[in-house]
């Protein structure tokens, strides 16, 4: 039986009327793997090669750009969020919205909620994990990596994380495992946890068949899925002999391509709600994108040596278009040709390798040139710089709002909620090791820019690796200075 090709048929898309649209997809991202944002980048560039909405843009809660600026820089007022999550929960339900400027809190219904944001009309959906095709996807993944499994002697484990801080998280993995169970491709399908029970520990115990598949529930390749489940389960490989049995373990179903379906269908299956009244159009470009494009593109041209944005120098090519380099690699004829859907991940790590969640860092790798047209030069901005050229186009308007670090400390909630209570003394630590090495002007603690840039880059909030580094701070897991 070819079980992959049977097992995918299920997802298609009919997404319609959508050209006029801005869809923003939503990752977890991480402070210190730069592979954990991988998997949302490139579903956002499967979208965007079928070319069904007027823009997608990503956006994450560790990395940039971040939750909080996301929605300023949507080209359209019609805007779909999909959080790429695999379980709805405490993200889905209260930190993503809040984030957003949503004030919808909790569980949310079938299709999704419809709210105006600052002009635009946001429709924001339930996670993809909860989608039914979802089966089909983890169906897929213990096909790649058992081809062979009979129904007979092969059990599925399907594995989650599991939290105990919402009780919906559970919901996506139990549905997915109940569909799999009914539809008999397995002797045995169980749902465990690593944080709950029944716990993925006990597995020896929970599944009795000869062979025993397990698929990490988990959106993103990482931490758990790449170390500490094969620690914590002695697993050597995709194949491995413990206690007699064998235990096939699969990559993640949030990296497999099909969830790209996945997540056009649960945009088309929520498409049925009304809309909220935004008094424009849905295909009403936004003017301030308008405008940040045309400052941009002015501010290029109009420089004989072109434009420097942080480390980053951006040249008018004679032939048309923009050449855009690291500012001290400029006349180097050895530099390497970046495509633009590669650029962000190219420039996401820095000359030493490291991960850089905030862009803004002094660290723009060096050895690189990317050549686009006009009509490209802001994306490839936003690519190696998120936000930074709306970010400056509403400081010279006066229209960006600036939020002091009390009101930043008060948002913040779970396991940061800490933050509250920092003194002025730690919170000025955190901003002398993180923001020094940033090309920001932290607005957020009183700093004053210097506009006389061409694009100046203010920080209008504390960044969530400021928050983190505060809360570290206080728990004593970095030391005071
Ligand atoms: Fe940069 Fe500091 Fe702003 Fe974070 S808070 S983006 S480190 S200036």
Not at 133 to 148: F, N, Q
Request: negative net charge; hydrophobic residues 40%; aromatic residues 6%.
């Amino acid at each position: 039986m070819d079980k992959t090709s049977q097992q995918l048929e299920v997802v298609s898309t009919g997404v319609t009327d959508t050209a006029g649209r801005t869809l923003i997809l939503l990752g977890h991202g991480s402070h210190l793997n730069a592979d954990s944002a991988q998997a949302v980048r490139r579903h956002a560039q499967a979208v965007r090669e079928r070319g069904l909405f007027g823009e997608v843009i990503e956006a994450y809660w560790k990395e940039e750009p971040s939750l909080r600026q996301v929605l300023r820089l949507a080209r359209f007022r019609d805007v779909t969020v999909v959080p790429l999550f695999v379980s709805e929960g405490y993200f889905t339900n209260q930190v993503l919205p809040r984030e957003l400027g949503l004030t919808w809190r909790g569980p949310l219904p079938p299709q999704g909620v419809r709210e105006v944001v600052g002009g635009r009309q946001i429709h924001y959906t339930r996670p993809y994990g909860i989608h039914p095709a979802m089966s089909d996807v983890i169906l897929a993944r213990a096909a790649e990596v058992y081809p062979d499994w009979t129904p007979q002697d092969t059990a599925l484990v399907v594995l989650g994380h599991g939290t105990g801080r919402d009780p919906h998280s559970r919901e996506a993995i139990e549905q997915a495992a109940d569909r799999l169970r009914q539809g008999g491709h397995f002797a045995e399908v169980q749902a465990l946890y690593l944080d709950q029970e029944p716990n993925v520990a006990d597995w020896q115990t929970l599944t009795q068949a000869p062979t025993v598949v397990i698929v990490p529930f988990f959106a993103s390749e990482g931490w758990h899925t790449l170390e500490t489940i094969p620690a914590d389960l002695g697993l050597t490989g995709p194949v491995t002999r413990l206690g007699g049995r064998t235990v096939c373990y699969s990559r993640p179903v949030g990296t497999h391509p099909t969830v790209t379906e996945v997540v056009l269908r649960l945009v088309e299956d929520s498409a049925d709600t009304g809309n909220a009244d935004t008094g424009n159009t849905a295909a009403d470009l936004d003017p301030d994108w308008q405008a940040a494009g045309e400052t941009l593109a002015q501010a290029v041209t109009s420089g004989a040596g072109g434009l420097t944005v942080g480390e980053l120098c951006i040249t008018p090519l004679p032939e048309g278009g923009f050449h855009l380099c690291h500012q001290d690699d400029v006349g180097r004829a050895d530099l390497r040709a970046v495509p633009l859907g590669d650029l962000s991940a190219w420039t996401g790590r820095s000359d030493e390798g490291h991960h850089r969640p905030i862009r803004t860092g002094r660290t723009l790798p060096r050895g690189w040139f990317a050549a686009v047209s006009a009509a490209e030069v802001r994306a490839a901005l936003h690519a190696i710089y998120p936000a930074v050229l709306e970010q400056a186009h509403l400081w010279g308007l006066g229209r960006l709002p600036v939020t002091p670090w009390p009101e930043t400390a008060a948002r913040q909630s779970g396991r940061y909620a800490r933050v509250r209570r920092a003194a002025p003394e730690q919170v000025a630590q955190a901003r002398r090791d993180l923001c020094s090495a940033c090309l920001r002007t932290p607005l957020w603690a009183g700093e004053l820019l210097d506009d006389a840039a061409a694009v100046p880059l203010p920080c209008p909030e504390a960044c969530t690796l400021l928050v983190s580094q505060v809360r570290q701070l206080l728990s004593g897991e970095i030391a005071h200075a």
